[in-house]
């Protein structure tokens, strides 16, 4: 069944929000002020207003998407949610706010209004994540030993403005995989760099307890677009690529050598590939929660915590120390 929801914010992510939106018969209005962005958006709508006051009978509003720039997150929810009297659920885009306090008045807010709040973790949604979860869940491959991410591509200097550090842009997708696999407290120790005043590529090195540990490669200056992850188990190593959403699983045999040359064995071995769009996937949770009282894979909860491994891995920088996180 189609919903009315209000698309806020017609830039960079808008733009994917808006057609999806219309995909799916739920695209009732956008409001975009910047008249350059609000021309592109009326090629999708008939409904472009510059402000959200001016959306008609805003008591028929279900749902808000915000996509605006973060630091504008925490205004745009007060504002939907007192223009908007009806909201069941407000999608919004991820970083869900610039730090863990703002983010804390943001599940107030909505927890007091009775609204359910989905955070854009998109890769969250990847089915492909979907699948190594469930994998490691399963224990078929024993215990999860180390868990290595490479998050790397390029960004424009000019959309630095919109987007926060690294750590908030892409940080918080394996932050959030991290903590649904993990027990807390994880030790994370971080070392960057910056470009134009904003935090740009990091290495992060963590552990949890004595058993797991990883690594992050997080880059927005580097030349290619990677987004891999290898995950090492008792009895298996799982590569996962989560651009060409596949996952190949090496069994790993007894490690056999002498003193020139080490062979590792591949046991049983096997090749998974998923389909799906993980921006449909997330507004397909969205429209299961305003038809029949779903609830947000990737809930307000989730987004506090992902800024908690921000907050550390910004005070391991500033100390040179490791931090712990909790939550
Ligand atoms: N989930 C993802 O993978 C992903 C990817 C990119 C960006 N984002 C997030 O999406 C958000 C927007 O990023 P972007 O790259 O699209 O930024 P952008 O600057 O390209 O677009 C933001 C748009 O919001 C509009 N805007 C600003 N204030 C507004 C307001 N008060 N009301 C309505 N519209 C307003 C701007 O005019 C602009 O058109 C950020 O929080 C960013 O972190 C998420």
């Known amino acids: ?21 219309n995909r799916l018969g ?47 997150h925490y205004t745009v929810l007060e504002e939907s949610l007192s223009t908007f009297p009806n909201l069941k659920a407000v999608l919004l885009e991820k970083p869900m706010a610039l730090s863990v306090q703002e983010a804390q008045e943001v599940v107030s807010k909505v927890k007091e209004r009775g609204v359910k709040c989905l955070i854009g973790h998109i890769e969250v949604y990847n089915p492909v994540v979907t699948r190594f979860l469930q994998l490691i869940e399963d224990k078929t491959y024993g215990e999860i030993r180390s868990f290595h991410v490479q998050r790397k591509g390029a960004v424009a200097t000019k959309r630095l403005g919109s987007l926060a550090g690294v750590l908030e842009d892409l940080g918080v997708h394996d932050f959030d995989i991290i903590s649904r696999l993990i027990s807390s407290p994880v030790k994370v120790y971080c070392a960057g760099i910056e470009r134009e005043g904003s935090l740009n590529s990091v290495e992060i090195v963590f552990s949890s307890g004595k058993n797991i540990f990883g690594t992050l490669n997080l880059s927005r200056e580097f030349a290619g677009r990677e987004r891999k992850i290898v995950i090492e188990m008792e009895k298996a190593t799982l ?70 491994f921000v907050e550390a891995c910004k005070k391991s920088i500033q100390t040179g120390l490791p931090v712990f996180v909790e939550w």
């Open 1 to 21: 069944m189609p919903h009315k929801i209000v698309l806020i914010g017609y830039g960079n992510m808008g733009k994917f929000h808006g057609r999806i939106l």
């Open 26 to 72: 739920n695209l009732t209005a956008i409001v975009e002020p910047f008249e350059g962005n609000a021309t592109k958006a009326k090629e999708i709508s008939e409904n472009v207003f510059a402000n959200l006051s001016e959306v008609p009978y805003p008591e028929q509003i279900e749902s808000v998407v915000i996509a605006v720039p973060t630091q504008y």
């Open 239 to 308: 590569f996962v690529d989560l651009v060409s959403q596949t996952i190949e699983v090496r069994g790993l045999g007894q490690v056999e050598g002498n003193s020139t040359s080490v062979i590792v064995p591949h046991g049983p071995g096997s090749s998974i590939k998923v389909y799906g769009e993980p921006l449909l996937e997330e507004h397909f949770n969205l429209n299961s929660i305003l038809d029949e009282n779903g609830i947000p894979l990737v809930s307000e909860d989730n987004g506090v915590i992902t800024l908690k």
